[in-house]
């Protein structure tokens, strides 16, 4: 059986083509995806400063957050420090020839710094040397050797290895599922191409197991080739990738990419596993056709669905249908995309293994139409299309896949981007901003707070921390966004209003919280909450007043003098300011143009800067979110592509016999043509129909619209390049096909 699957593979190459690029695409993406998240593992940084270190001591920039998963813990916002008093401990230690400290930006508070440098002696086991040390560290100190020791110079290597990882995890997932369903589909369409040859198989003794035994090991030859051809490419890609998101600031610049055998190994496995999974499910029905049957399905297809795929349809829409109701309920505002994107995909691959029986639908509605404008050719159309479900239903499952991951991935984020800006739009209450770059001082705030026209003036800090006590009750352990304020100026430049205490009361260790989130944590006025600080340290402050304010506002006020201390810059740089009512806003940036104008390194702007600055900052974020949406459009495209072209172009004996018969050779490209139109409305229809069932509901939770937000452009776009890829696809090869002499066509093999 094995030598005859290599025949097959030999003498049938055209046929096995389009299924070795569905494998070759598959596996590339998978590839890369590997390397992705290796790469976020290693988080390998060279060192610059510390090259000559052996051991590197550098505070731990991450932390399990209270109600967090404990294997992805949360990544510190600012430089966690160590205490410069360890320098003369280690010095002390068996093995160190010498030890330095290094500051690498910031303010550090006294006697603290940003690492510490250590030279071992030579001869001495550098392993040993690090678990001495360990033993002289506390919980936020950690040591670092190798590649690690860069981390220390750049802190941001760490979210960098959080953030590839997270992506680079889902996206492997998403692109498993959407490899699994193309390559299903063009070996499925393979195996209706080849239908007759099965036939005769089964008629002359062949087993179900037989048959099923010769596609997998065809498929199986077919992935070990197309894997290790990927190999190369997929590196490729994945370091395309990650240097893009690296000059996005998503991942650090300084990080290596690396994707050894280990990722590699990995990659190939899931390809192949993919592949045959794939295989296993498009074999399926030819391997269980009676033998008195198969010569007589061997010319036309117009069976309906099989059971399985009609129940994984189900399961898969079902599946669809739970992520969306989770999402609107439950995960209602930024973390809805963790369970609306899975939401997408899985639909769309519901509704394209529905494909035979709702492209029959679809059929049945548009049959009118497409006849009375296509007069003969559209009626050839009509019945070819309902007279070939497999093959119909393998061309129209890549071009709702297209359609539907397009359409609802992008218009996701663009819905989620807009609620997201209404929501920072709500929450900014300030007409100018005071940048300060040495530092905004009380006395320039309040010379500021002074000024003809100012409501109040803030000086402006902003970090995440941690409630440790009482138990936190932020979600999902994300942590508070913790902003820093002046006590005189915080109520005009808050959108908070006060219920209790008074946030002038907020002076030292001191916090103000929103009122449901007190009663959630139980505490009240005078009370005592325990704070990790972005900094890993920890600090007790005094609940000074409770205010009620929009959902979603978590965050905690306190002292901008009290929370910059716990920030790597170390001081506010900002003011904020509110004109009293009546003001003109130019009118007070103007007047603190003249105030900024006496003073050094002081610029002013008007509000719109916060606008922008949030504008790159979601564009930074959602810039991960394209490439990789990119990469599944990408597939799926390249996907619907290859099962087109190999669906009309092993329809030659069929053009072939048309024309003997009385057409033209024009008249069989317009019926291609019209059939090809017909799988584009349908796909498209479909797939849009699959998005929606997300987005719709998304977009009245988040937006109270029934439309989503995004500019309509992109959908016409998406269509427009549905419909281009597909009469492409289909006519280009129909034309070349009909090139061939009737006579010759119609004695081809199929």
């Not at 349908?682 to 699959?690: H, I, K, P």
Request: net charge negative; charged share 15%.
């Amino acid at each position: 059986m094995f030598q005859l699957a290599l025949r097959t593979l030999r003498f049938r190459t055209g046929t096995f083509v389009a299924a070795f690029l569905a494998m070759f695409f598959a596996a590339i993406v998978l590839m890369a995806c590997g390397g992705l998240i290796e790469t976020g593992i290693r988080a390998a940084v060279p060192p610059q400063q510390l090259g000559s270190a052996d051991v590197v001591v550098a505070g731990d920039q991450t932390y399990a957050a209270p109600g967090g998963d404990e294997d992805e813990p949360a990544i510190l916002p600012e430089r966690v420090r160590v205490d410069a008093e360890l320098e003369s401990v280690i010095s002390a230690l068996p093995g160190v020839r010498e030890t330095e400290s290094y500051v690498f930006e910031g303010t550090p508070p006294a006697g603290a710094v940003d690492a510490i440098g250590v030279v071992a002696e030579p001869g001495t086991d550098v392993a040993a040397l690090r678990a001495q040390i360990d033993a002289e560290l506390d919980a936020t100190t950690s040591t670092l050797v190798g590649d690690e020791r860069g981390r220390a110079e750049l802190r941001g290597a760490t979210a960098t290895s959080v953030n590839v990882v997270s992506l680079a995890g889902v996206f492997t997932a998403f692109a498993l599922l959407v490899s699994i369903f193309g390559v299903a589909s063009m070996l499925g369409l393979s195996i209706a191409q080849r239908q007759k040859e099965l036939a005769l198989l089964r008629a002359i003794g062949a087993t179900p197991r037989q048959v099923r035994r010769l596609i997998f090991r065809e498929t199986l030859v077919l992935s070990l080739v197309a894997t290790a051809a990927a190999y190369l490419p997929g590196q490729f890609l994945g370091k395309l990738v990650f240097d893009l998101l690296a000059q996005q600031g998503i991942a650090t610049a300084g990080v290596a990419f690396h994707q050894g055998w280990i990722p590699s190994v990995a990659a190939t496995v899931v390809a192949i596993l993919a592949a045959l999974g794939g295989a296993l499910g498009a074999g399926r029905r030819a391997a269980r056709t009676k033998p008195s049957q198969a010569l007589s399905e061997a010319s036309l297809d117009g069976g309906l669905i099989s059971g399985w795929r009609f129940l994984a349809g189900l399961l898969f829409i079902a599946a669809g249908v739970a992520l969306t109701i989770v999402t609107v309920t439950a995960l209602s505002g930024p973390l809805a995309p963790a369970t609306a994107a899975p939401a997408v995909i899985v639909l769309t691959i519901g509704l394209a293994l529905l494909a035979p029986v709702l492209a029959k639908v679809m059929i049945l509605l548009i049959q009118w139409p497409v006849r009375a404008l296509g007069g003969l050719t559209g009626d050839l159309a009509v019945l070819n299309a309902r007279g070939r479900t497999s093959r119909l239903a393998a061309v129209l499952g890549p071009v709702i896949l297209l359609t539907g991951v397009s359409t609802g991935m992008l218009y996701l984020q663009t819905t989620n981007d807009a609620a997201d800006k209404e929501a920072y739009a709500a929450g900014v209450v300030a007409d100018a901003v005071v940048t300060a770059d040495d530092g905004a001082d009380p006395q320039l705030v309040e010379e500021i707070g002074r000024l003809p026209g100012v409501a109040g003036a803030s000086a402006y800090v902003s970090s995440v921390g941690f409630v440790e006590n009482p138990d936190d009750v932020s979600p999902m352990g994300e942590g508070w966004n913790l902003q820093g304020v002046t006590a005189q100026g915080a109520e005009a430049t808050t959108p908070v209003d006060v219920t209790a205490g008074a946030l002038t009361d907020l002076r030292g260790a001191t916090v103000a919280i929103e009122d449901e989130h007190a009663g959630r944590l139980g505490v009240d006025i005078g009370d005592t909450i325990t704070l990790r600080m972005g900094d890993n340290t920890l600090l007790d402050v005094r609940v000074a007043a409770l205010f009620s304010a929009t959902d979603g506002y978590d965050t905690l006020l306190l002292p901008a003098e009290t929370l910059a201390d716990h920030t790597t810059a170390g001081v506010p740089t900002r003011v904020l300011v509110t004109a009293q009512e009546g003001t003109d806003p130019g009118r007070l940036v103007a007047a603190l143009t003249e105030l900024a104008a006496a003073r050094d390194g002081l610029t002013v702007a008007d509000r719109e800067v916060l606008f922008d600055e949030y504008e790159d900052q979601k564009k930074t974020a959602s810039y991960a979110i394209y490439i990789m949406v990119l990469m599944l459009v990408g597939y799926s495209a390249i996907t619907t592509i290859n099962t087109l072209v190999s669906s009309t172009s092993a329809r030659q004996r069929e053009f072939g016999l048309q024309r003997l018969v009385g057409s033209t050779r024009r008249q069989v490209l317009r019926m291609v043509g019209v059939e090809a139109a017909i799988v584009a409305v349908t796909g498209v229809v479909l797939g849009t129909a699959a998005a929606l069932g997300i987005l719709v509901p998304l977009s009245l939770d988040r937006l109270g619209s029934l439309i989503p937000a995004g500019p309509p452009l992109v959908y016409v776009a998406i269509v427009g390049l549905v419909v281009l890829l597909t009469l492409g696809a289909t006519l280009l090869p129909a034309w070349q096909a009909t090139r061939v002499r009737p006579a010759e066509a119609a004695v081809s093999v199929e």
